[in-house]
């Protein structure tokens, strides 16, 4: 971690340029990306600070999410699905996304499926804010990923790291969006941040499966 720090203080000064793309809302407790949406962008839901006993409780549904396929994939089948995705959840990779207890997993979904996508960040300090864009962008990314991916099916703005150092006492940054699943592919859940992506390589695969697959394609 501590062999970390300069490139942490050289990733908080990419993330929140002067005049960049990212800027923090008047309430101190979110920050927003101008990345250019359509008409069919997912609808931003609930966007707070929550406790840790709250962030338990995000915990939880996070590690208990879909359907394990393998080391690296999970399944989420249904017509109504809830996924629940931990931006450096504690005691997991730094810089990384978990849910279902696997890092950076394969997501899989089935196409119409009715998504409820939940981020919450529990990173810690300078440049640690985090967010999630699911593009069918591929890999490898650049340090910056520009204002206008193909094909945005979820797009959750930049949220602070938590408050403190400390995780009882810390308050922690959460926001859920809602999207369909029309168009069957392969997407990429990304940290839009600036270098998080590229030096960390905090993304991971989304599928949408065809009407009628239940399992995760392979790689």
């Known amino acids: 971690m501590n ?7 050289a990733l908080a000064a990419l993330a929140f340029p002067a005049a960049g793309a990212y800027a923090t809302t008047s ?5 927003t990306h ?7 962008s997912p609808v931003s839901v609930a966007s707070s600070r929550i406790s840790w006993t709250q962030g338990q409780t995000v915990l939880r549904e996070s590690q208990v999410a879909g359907v394990h396929q393998g080391r690296r994939a999970l399944m989420f089948q249904g017509k109504r699905v809830a996924i629940a995705l931990i931006a450096h ?8 996304f978990e849910t279902g207890g696997l890092t950076n997993p394969t997501v899989c979904v089935s196409q119409g499926a009715h998504v409820t996508l939940k981020m919450m960040n529990m990173d ?3 440049g640690m804010a985090h967010g999630l864009v699911i593009t069918s962008a591929k890999p490898p990314y650049p ?3 520009g204002q ?8 959750i703005p930049v949220l602070p790291p938590r408050s403190s150092a400390r995780l009882q006492t810390a308050r922690y940054a959460e926001k859920t969006v809602r999207f369909v699943a029309w168009r ?3 997407y990429y859940y990304i940290c839009p941040v600036p270098g998080h992506a590229l030096a960390f390589r905090m993304y991971g695969r989304f599928v949408v499966c065809p009407a009628g697959l239940k399992t995760c394609p392979r790689s």
């Open 3 to 9: 062999s970390r720090i300069p490139i942490r203080i």
């Open 27 to 31: 309430g101190g407790d979110a920050a």
């Open 34 to 40: 101008m990345m250019t949406m359509t008409s069919t």
């Open 89 to 96: 959840a504690p005691r997991y990779p730094d810089m990384s």
């Open 124 to 126: 810690y300090g300078p």
């Open 143 to 145: 340090a910056r990923l």
């Open 148 to 155: 206008h991916l193909p094909h945005v099916l979820a797009d």
């Open 184 to 186: 069957p592919g392969t």
